[in-house]
């Protein structure tokens, strides 16, 4: 059985990646990316404002 949190089920904590903004209790539209060092959260201000990069990092079977 996995006992790390589920991520749709726990309550979000920390900030934007980029810009710092707080995530709210309901991060709805917020992109969440599992990185080595944890969660890592993105507004969705920002998402917006890096789509080209966020794209970039897509795999080919995508396109």
Do not use: F, H
Request: with cysteine.
């Amino acid at each position: 059985m996995d006992d790390r949190p589920d991520a749709r089920t726990t309550e979000p904590a920390g900030a934007c990646q980029l810009c710092g903004t707080p995530v709210p209790s309901v991060a709805l539209a917020w992109m969440l990316e599992s990185t080595a060092r944890g969660a890592a959260w993105t507004c969705p201000a920002c998402a917006r404002a890096n789509l080209r990069a966020i794209e970039s990092k897509l795999d080919q079977e995508y396109w």
